[in-house]
């Protein structure tokens, strides 16, 4: 049973960052590729950030220079970097591991 727990979220002005931390049970984060995505009230779920296996990243065009994933494979821990974080990144922050297991998520609100 995978097991993926998010954590990090908070209430932030805006201009301000925020670390995410998901971390995932057993050794089996190394062996995949690794997602955060994000939901706003009322908008579909969208897909923020992707690090591969090999540590290859790529972003939405809305955060790329914004925001920074990165994987701890020892300590089976992905982790979303954002910075000069925006009201309109408000939303519910998922991992999602392989493209198969997901996080229970963790609330972002940027708000003055």
């Known amino acids: 049973q995978v097991q993926l727990v998010e954590s990090g979220g908070g209430l932030v002005q805006p201009g301000e960052s925020l670390r995410l931390s998901c971390a995932a049970s057993?050794?089996?984060?190394?062996?995949?590729?690794m997602y955060w995505h994000r939901q706003a009230p009322g908008k579909e779920r969208e897909l923020v950030a992707t690090?591969?296996?090999?540590?290859?990243?790529n972003y939405a065009v809305s955060v790329k220079g914004r925001f920074t994933i990165s994987r701890d494979n020892a300590k089976s821990t992905v982790y979303l970097q954002m910075n000069n974080l925006k009201p309109e990144d408000t939303a519910v922050y998922y991992c999602?591991?392989?493209?198969?297991?997901w996080g229970q998520g963790t609330q972002v609100t940027v708000s003055s």
């Open positions: 999602n591991l392989g493209g198969l297991f």
């Open positions: 057993g050794r089996i984060l190394s062996l995949n590729n």
């Open positions: 690090i591969t296996r090999a540590g290859d990243t």
